[in-house]
């Protein structure tokens, strides 16, 4: 198997492993022992591909970044499609799935993971800020369609929709909202933004 091949393996399966355990038993059970346990492979593993722990953690929430990234793009490319309502509550709740609210935690309890992960995102919390940026261009294109208010503030609501929905599925005891409560929030936050019914 080609090197470039088998090192994507392994890193897919410590993030997977490190996920797990995130979501198992919290960000303060993350140790490169717990992880190379949980992977199943010897713990120098883990240190053959990254400089050190905080890096690996570091990378993990980047993985995690460009898979919301990717989510956005979809979520772009249904402008005009469905309704704004359903496209956003649908969208917040595959970005807020119970692994990305766990790499939230992990942001915000260890500091040199944060402070690493301000070289390629300098405000806001990773994430949570990739999450506003891809709303806001979604919000943007439907104010464009007509489907927002023209007036409306996209820059605005998209981190209000953010907030709302990270409280919604903050929760690691509670399991996530159901659908229904999603949609609620979403429709109360936007609620003045739209200029008709169907939207």
Not at 48 to 76: S, Y
Not at 167 to 196: I, K, N, Y
């Amino acid at each position: 198997m080609p090197t470039g091949v088998a090192i994507r393996d392994v890193r897919e399966q410590l993030f997977a492993a490190a996920e797990r355990l995130l979501l198992r038993a919290g960000p303060g059970a993350l140790t490169s022992r717990a992880v190379t346990e949980e992977a199943g492979c010897a713990k120098g593993v883990l240190h053959r591909h990254f400089p050190d722990f905080d890096a690996f953690l570091a990378e993990l929430v980047l993985d995690r970044v460009a898979r919301t990234e990717v989510r956005g793009a979809e979520l772009l490319a249904a402008a005009g499609t469905g309704t704004v309502v359903g496209n956003v509550a649908g969208a917040l709740t595959e970005l807020f799935d119970t692994v990305a609210v766990a790499v939230v935690a992990l942001v915000v309890f260890r500091d040199e993971v944060r402070a690493r992960l301000r070289r390629t995102t300098p405000k806001g919390v990773p994430v949570l800020t990739e999450a506003a940026r891809a709303l806001a261009r979604y919000l943007t294109a439907e104010r464009e369609a007509g489907r927002i208010a023209s007036g409306a503030d996209t820059g605005a609501l998209a981190p209000s929709l953010v907030g709302a929905a990270h409280l919604l599925f903050a929760d690691r005891t509670a399991g996530p909202p159901d659908e229904a409560a999603v949609t609620r929030v979403v429709a109360g936050v936007l609620g003045p933004a739209l200029p008709g019914t169907g939207n």
